[in-house]
């Protein structure tokens, strides 16, 4: 625990033990992640029945290569591992990856006790086994079996799933979320939640953090590195009920535990539990590009009553206040609107609102300092053209940048099929936080409040010069 991971995530030399030169092989796609990937290291295939593999020289094994070598990666059956990793031991190697399945989560805990045993008193550390490995979109180093590479970003993310992991980069991908760095970390019988979540809090690349995980093997360090982070950490916990807990045992090795014990020591640490990954991204795309909210209290503004109405019921379920509008801003909204509407809070545009009645209802209820937060909302419906709506939030986001100057967050929610969706996506290519549905944008909201209240937990307050 508590381990340096810098020369882990920005390797000088790295070997790959297993390397081959069959294109359907684990180890030839670890191979060619590395060597395809736009980062400078020394890179070593190891295959004793090769000599020559991807163009490069390949060695019997990692004690044939010559010089020190930060990380070796393991792509070999299960029982030849032991071995390997001996060899990476005598060589002072730093850290292994070992993408080999075979291990506990099959029952073979034997075989994983020995791997802590070789391991034992040593400068070597192991992430996994039965890990994908990681890509680090901040540096390019692809050091995973598998393709793609996420957008460069600030969210860090770490997953006990090797495949939902990699899920996750095309879902952020799809998002427009980007990534700093994320990593599989399998069975963790070395390198832990804890180690990640205390190298992100103090990577420069990452911002946001997000974990999926399956099971927490020492829950006082998990609590302490989310509780010492200065970033907010989004916590998807799976195997919630008997059945989800049998599932976890057989994927990852792990033990469920009781679920509402994982809620409270996530909360407690002052981490949010996410209902699942799109909520993840939901509140990681708020969080990363929005100020949090100093309050719990949230201005909606809305061409559709409906809307607005489902958007309140939304927050009020989240703990979020929806307040009647202030004497000030009442007045400044029977300005904007048309004479027949009675402003309130969800503010009513009518469904023939165009981008003046958003641009000022929205700047009204940034400068009331009764509202902590707004969430434009808009429905296709039918008259009015969306083209004005999402004109309107892009030039609060995106150029004027609004929600800094108001230093209060700014959510967008949207409901409407295709010729709305191109736009909405166009918006998110330029870090705008939409959602589709009231409760997601609800939940975003929430995510921003929480990390509002947590900053001013963890904020001592500058002591008066004397
Ligand atoms: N050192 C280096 N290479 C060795 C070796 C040794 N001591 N012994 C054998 N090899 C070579 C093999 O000859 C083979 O190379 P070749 O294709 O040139 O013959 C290569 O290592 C791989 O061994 P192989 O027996 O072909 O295994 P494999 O590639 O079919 O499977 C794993 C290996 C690790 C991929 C497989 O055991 C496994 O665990 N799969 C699941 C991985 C997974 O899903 N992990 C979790 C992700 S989330």
Redesign the pocket.
Known sequence: MGHDLTTFFQPRSIAV??????PT????ASLKNILISDYHCTLYP?????DEILGMRCYK?VLAIPGSLDLVI?????P?VP??LKDCVKKKVAWVII????FSEIGNHKEEEELKEIIAGSTTRILGP???GYKNASTGIDAS?AFGMPRKGNLGLISQ???L?MGMIYLANNEYVGLSKIV?V?NKIDIDDDDLITYMANDPETAVIGLYIEGIRHGREFMRSIKACNKPVLVVKAGRGKAGARATASHTGSLAGSDEIYSAAITQSGGIRCRDLVELFDMARALAGQPPAQGNRIGIITNGGGLGILLTDACEANGLVVPPLSKVTFEKMQKILPSLIRPNNPVDLVADAGFYRYWSSSLALLQDPNIDGIIVASVHAGYARPREYTGAIQKMIAQQKLHHEYKKPILGCWVGGREFEDLVQDLKAVGVPIYPSSWRAARAMYAMVKEGERLKRTTKPRKKPR
């Open positions: 033990v297993g390397a081959s030169e069959n092989k684990i180890g030839h190891v295959n004793p029945h090769e094994s393991i792509s070999v059956p299960a030849i071995a390997v993408i080999s399945s075979g039965n890990t994908m079996f799933s090797g495949a992991g599989g399998g």
